[in-house]
Structures are given as C-alpha cells and as structure tokens.
C-alpha cells in the first residue's frame, strides 16, 4: 500500500518545480557547489599523491590507511555536533569558519614530515570538515521551497563529484610541475578564498538580502520563509526531540554506512588499485581514476531529479525516496560483481564506472531525508545522517589497507564491499522519510 505524505504536508503544498533561474537562492546553490568541489578536492587529493606521500614518508599501506582513516574519526563523531552548530548559529557563520579551518589543515598536509604530522592534519581536516556538509544542508532548507530539495542535493554532490573527478588530474599536473608539498599548499589558499566570498554574498535568511523579491519569498514554504536561526535565544527555539529524531533517521544511517564504505573505496584506493594491478603510472592512474568518478557529476543530480519526479507523481515520499535507494545500492551492487571476475583493464574500468554512477543516485536521496523527516533540525537531522558515512570512513580505508597488506588481494576487500552493497539494498526498505508530526513544530506554524 502505497502511503501518502498528505495533503498538509509541505512537499504536498509546495508548487511543482519552483525555478531557479533569476532567482537568489539559485546564486545560494551556486556558491554551495563551488563549496562542495573545493571540499571534496581537498579531501581526496591525498588519494593521487598516495604514492608520492608514501615514498617520502616511508609509509606502509596500513600506515598510509591509519592517516587516511584519522580524517574520519572527528568527521564521524561531529556530525551530530556539528549540525547543531549550523543550526545554532547560521551556515553564514560556520560555514565561513569552517572553510577557513580546512583550509589551513589542506596547508598543513603539505608541511608533514612523517605519519604523526600527516595524521594530525587529516584529522584538522575531519574536523573542520564534519559540519560543513549538515550546515549547508540547513542552508538549503532555509532557502529552497521543498519541491527543490531533491534537486538541490543532486546539484551540490554534483559539484563534490566534479571535484572528486577533477582531483586526480589536477593533483597529476601539480605533482608533476611543483610537487605534492606545493600542491596542498594551493588548495588551502583556494579554500579561505571561497570562505570570503561566502560571508560576504550570503544571508541567513533569504528576507534579509536586499535583492531577494517579494515573489521569490513567497515560493518558499511558509514554514522555510519564516524561519530564521535564533542565535541570542532559545526561548521560541523548537526543541530536539532526540528519541523520535534518532529511531526514524537510525535506518537512512545504516543504509549511509554502507554507501559511505563503498564511496570511500572510490575516493581513497582507486589511484592505488589502477597502479597496482595494471601498473599504471601518474598520469595513466589520474586519467582512469577521473574517468571513474566523472561517472558521478550526472548521476547525483540524477537522482536527486528522479527523487522529485516521482514526489510529484506519486505524492509518497516513501516511494520517491526508497525506490532511488533501491535501485542505487543493488545497481552498484550488481555492477561490481564483473570486477572481480576478470583482469582487463577497460572492462574493469567499464565496470567500476557503472557501479559508481549507480552508487552515486542515492546520494542526494540521503541528504534529502532528513529534510525531509524534520525542517526545521536539518543540520542535526543530518548530521546524524551523515555520521554513518563518518564511521565507514574510519573502517573502510584501514580494512581495505589491511587486508591488501596481508593478502595482496584487492578482490577481497573489494567482495566484502559487494556484500555491504546488499545490505545497504534490503536496509533502504526500511527507510521512512516521512515528515515528524506536530511535536516537532513549534506553535502557531501548524502541522508538517
């Protein structure tokens, strides 16, 4: 039986596919994508750089995974934290900090001298990073009406991807002209530059910039435009409801965990697995590592797009959300498979590909969720979202790198991933998006 979000739901009352074009919160999602590429640029150039990084530092694949895995430990344990600080003080704010913070992690990664000080920047860079995405989530919630929510996610993973896939070309280049220190060097600046942009071009609230029009607010759910972050006091603030709030997210959580394992795979080890198992050099790993992940750049804003397609047709949010998981997890699931059957590196390539391109469709899914489940707790929402794709990032770089040193296998990790795929496929069933009720709003705003 097919369950309705219901008439008084805001995805029910909001006008199908409210534009974005002249409009500023399409400028908003602009600067949110330029946001995500840089982040995800800084997050995975170490991947390229691996076995520049490794050389000079002397470091084992195990070793090198522990730096890469120290990234994840702050970055999973913020989420939560993290969210709330977006939602506490505004994405303005936190989002121009935080910038700042990678920023200076990025430099410092290029500064290391051994696995402590590699370590200890991957972990500055968790850090900062951990409530980048669940504040720009918040920000999304304040400025996009809900039938854009899908899409929105879709277009800034886009962005991450693009980032991620451009990455390993332009980390090649620099390595190749001023080398790996040089190159983190750049990236931290780029960083703070996108940080002065932000603060300067961004407002909390979309009533409070000038060039937002009486007809663009008025796009925007009632609940959305009203809202604002109350960063003096908590008197009209609706509280967390915790116990509701982490049983209706737990699910999206797990299924996030066994997405994340899998995407971390693709960001950490794949310049690895290409030099290793077709000894590839710089140039040859950086080109077919981008081929793969350029694979994503479509599918996030894909899926994110299929998402809102089906809420418009069907006006259930279980189907629109759950049937993308579905397809998602057990597309990339089935596509793997080929990849550990033969050694021919275009099919592998081939293969690799399509199981990204399905991975990717339910990202903006996941992110959309707990806007979905509780507008006006986004960042916290998320963030608790989110926190399953912290915890892979801390287990699946050291597993992969574990079992690679004592086995010399990179199917075998690579089968364990095919397995949590389908896991995360029969998890998504159990996923419900569907909005909290009336406890969750605060009086006078009426039933979500």
């Known amino acids: 039986m097919t369950l309705s979000i219901g008439p008084a739901s805001p995805a029910a009352k909001a006008p199908v596919r409210s534009p974005l074009r002249h409009r500023v919160r399409g400028r908003v999602l ?8 840089v982040s995800y640029v800084d997050r995975t150039a170490i991947s390229t750089a691996a076995p520049s990084i490794r ?15 120290a990234y994840s430990l702050p970055y999973a344990l913020l989420q939560v934290f993290g969210g ?22 990025t430099i410092w990664t290029g500064l290391a001298t051994g696995l402590l000080a590699l370590g200890t920047a991957r972990l500055l860079l968790g850090l900062s990073e951990g409530a980048a995405f669940p504040t720009a989530t918040r920000a999304m919630s304040l400025w996009l009406p809900g039938d854009r929510r899908g899409y929105g996610q879709g277009v800034v993973h886009s962005a991450a991807r693009l980032g991620a896939a451009i ?26 530059l996108w940080a002065i942009a932000w603060v300067r071009r961004f407002r909390d609230r979309p009533q409070d910039d000038d060039q937002v029009s009486e007809t663009e607010l008025g796009e925007l759910d009632a609940q959305h435009a009203d809202e604002a972050p109350r960063t003096t006091s908590a008197v009209n603030r609706p509280k967390v409801p915790w116990r509701r709030l982490v049983a209706r997210i737990a699910p999206v959580t797990l299924v996030d965990f066994c997405y994340g394992w899998m995407l971390w795979v693709y960001l950490t080890w794949l310049p690895s697995f290409f030099e290793a198992e077709y000894g590839l050099a710089l140039a040859g790993f950086a080109l077919f590592t981008s081929l793969v992940l350029s694979a994503g750049v ?56 399509l ?3 399905f991975l990717e469709l339910t990202n903006s899914v996941l992110w959309t969720i707990p806007m979905d489940i509780a507008p006006d707790h986004a960042g916290v929402a ?8 912290g915890v892979a990032g801390i287990v699946s770089p050291i597993v992969f790198g574990f079992l690679i040193d004592r086995t010399g296998n990179w199917q075998l990790p690579l089968a364990l991933s095919v397995v949590l795929l389908a896991i995360g496929t029969l998890l998504s069933l159990r996923v419900d998006p569907r909005p909290l009720d009336a406890e969750l709003v605060p009086a006078g705003r009426g039933r979500l």
């Open 298 to 353: 479509v599918s996030d804003t894909l899926g994110g797009m299929l998402s809102d397609r089906l809420l418009a047709r069907t006006r259930s949010l279980r189907t629109a959300r759950r049937v993308n998981l579905v397809i998602g997890l057990a597309g990339s699931m089935l596509a793997l498979i080929p990849s550990l059957l033969v050694h021919n590196l275009v099919l592998v390539t081939i293969s690799l590909t």
């Open 167 to 192: 990455a390993p070309l332009m980390m090649a280049a620099l390595l190749a002209t001023v080398g790996w220190r040089a190159a983190f060097l750049a990236l931290g600046i780029v960083s703070a």
């Open 55 to 69: 050389a000079d530092l002397h470091l084992t694949e195990t070793q090198f995974g522990l730096a890469l895995a």
């Open 30 to 37: 602009m600067l949110l994508c330029v946001l995500y590429a």
């Open 382 to 389: 998320s963030g608790l979202m989110n926190t399953g794709f």
């Open 84 to 105: 709330w600080i977006g939602d506490r003080f505004g994405p303005r704010k936190v989002l121009g900090i935080l910038a700042v913070a990678w920023g200076i992690s």
């Open 355 to 357: 199981s990204f391109f």
